[in-house]
């Protein structure tokens, strides 16, 4: 029963390492900043894109931040994409 154990450990810790992911990790940090409590930020980032031999394509993201205490916040993301002469999507 032990050397089983043993054995199933040794294999599932040679598989997580020989494994990978898609994407390398990254990390997001944030500074300690808060809104302040009872504020509404709204932010509005954008990207436009013309790559050689493919459709022109423009991606925007809108953030709506509200303070609800001095050591919280809520926020919301809207994102969507749309490429032209194909189709325009919300991605999250």
């Given at each position: 029963m032990k050397?089983s154990?043993?054995?199933?450990?040794?294999?599932?810790?040679v598989?997580?390492?020989?494994s990978?992911a898609?994407?390398l990790?990254?990390?997001v940090?944030y500074?300690q900043q808060?809104?302040?409590?009872?504020?509404?930020?709204i932010?509005f980032?954008s990207v436009?894109?013309?790559?050689?031999g493919a459709?022109?394509?423009?991606?925007?993201n809108?953030e709506?931040e509200?303070g609800?205490?001095?050591?919280?916040t809520?926020?919301f993301?809207?994102?969507?994409?749309?490429?032209?002469?194909?189709?325009?999507?919300f991605?999250?």
């Amino acid at each position: 029963m032990k050397r089983s154990l043993a054995l199933c450990l040794l294999l599932f810790s040679v598989e997580v390492v020989c494994s990978r992911a898609q994407e390398l990790p990254y990390f997001v940090t944030y500074s300690q900043q808060m809104e302040v409590p009872g504020n509404l930020d709204i932010e509005f980032f954008s990207v436009v894109g013309s790559p050689p031999g493919a459709n022109s394509f423009w991606g925007s993201n809108i953030e709506f931040e509200y303070g609800v205490k001095t050591w919280w916040t809520s926020e919301f993301y809207l994102d969507g994409q749309t490429t032209q002469h194909d189709s325009t999507i919300f991605t999250g």
